[in-house]
């Protein structure tokens, strides 16, 4: 995973995701920079590859969603090299990263079970990007590709939910706008295969504690 330049393609591509998708009136966010695999990172990783196999069950064809979660090190705000994901079990954002998600790690009062838990709305991520033991005012959320062509719509919380029903390969939550109980969407996959990181935005973050 590398540093985007902020005049690439890419870059422009995931920071107007980025800022169009951040929703809240309460706060605001400024992007600093982008990392993003590259197709040679990811054609190396078997992750990736189960990613991909995931993918042969869909349409093929991925949604782009942000996961916040915590990080304990300053992954992202060092020099333009690789990023290096440190190994502190706090660090939930270097433990992705390395070792992928992982179910069971969960958690477990989300609204539709223990699955996993992305959103397009980069200031719902941003709930979640907790930074926990470090001085800074950067923040980080992850960018994924979920295989999420099937969405089962749920209108309230089905907190022992474990999969989706046949015929769908995701879950998402009905918005209050459309009679459903959240105001920001949310897409929960149960499969770890299903959702691959891709990326990270790191941002500074303003109107909401740290
Ligand atoms: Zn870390």
Same mark, same amino acid.
């Given at each position: 995973?590398?540093?985007?330049?902020?005049?690439?393609?890419?870059?422009?591509?995931?920071?107007?995701?980025?800022?169009?998708?951040?929703?809240?009136?309460?706060?605001?966010?400024?992007?600093?920079?982008?990392?993003?695999?590259?197709? %040679?990172?990811? !054609? $190396? =990783?078997?992750?990736?590859?189960?990613?991909?196999?995931? &993918?042969?069950?869909?349409?093929?064809?991925?949604?782009?969603?942000?996961?916040?979660?915590?990080?304990?090190?300053?992954?992202?705000?060092?020099?333009?090299?690789?990023?290096?994901?440190?190994?502190?079990?706090?660090?939930?954002?270097?433990?992705?990263?390395?070792?992928?998600?992982?179910?069971?790690?969960?958690?477990?009062?989300?609204?539709?079970?223990?699955?996993?838990?992305?959103?397009?709305?980069?200031?719902?991520?941003? %709930?979640?990007? !907790? $930074? =926990?033991?470090?001085?800074?005012?950067?923040?980080?959320? &992850?960018?994924?590709?979920?295989?999420?062509?099937?969405?089962?719509?749920?209108?309230?919380?089905?907190?022992?939910?474990?999969?989706?029903?046949?015929?769908?390969?995701?879950?998402?939550?009905?918005?209050?706008?459309?009679?459903?109980?959240?105001?920001?969407?949310?897409?929960?996959?149960?499969?770890?295969?299903?959702?691959?990181?891709?990326?990270?935005?790191?941002?500074?973050?303003?109107?909401?504690?740290?």
């Amino acid at each position: 995973m590398r540093k985007l330049d902020p005049n690439s393609r890419d870059y422009n591509f995931y920071a107007k995701k980025f800022n169009e998708s951040w929703l809240h009136p309460d706060k605001t966010s400024e992007v600093r920079h982008i990392y993003l695999a590259s197709r %040679i990172d990811l !054609k $190396n =990783s078997v992750r990736a590859q189960r990613f991909a196999q995931a &993918l042969t069950k869909s349409d093929g064809s991925f949604v782009t969603r942000f996961h916040g979660s915590q990080r304990a090190c300053y992954l992202g705000e060092g020099g333009d090299g690789d990023i290096d994901p440190c190994g502190q079990s706090a660090c939930h954002i270097c433990g992705i990263l390395k070792n992928g998600f992982d179910r069971r790690l969960a958690r477990m009062t989300g609204m539709f079970g223990p699955g996993i838990y992305s959103t397009e709305c980069s200031s719902k991520a941003d %709930i979640y990007a !907790k $930074n =926990s033991h470090i001085r800074t005012n950067r923040h980080v959320v &992850l960018i994924c590709r979920v295989v999420g062509d099937r969405p089962q719509m749920l209108v309230s919380a089905e907190t022992n939910r474990r999969s989706p029903d046949r015929r769908y390969n995701c879950v998402e939550a009905v918005l209050d706008t459309d009679g459903g109980e959240v105001v920001y969407p949310e897409t929960v996959v149960y499969d770890e295969d299903q959702i691959l990181p891709v990326g990270m935005v790191v941002y500074k973050r303003t109107g909401w504690s740290p």
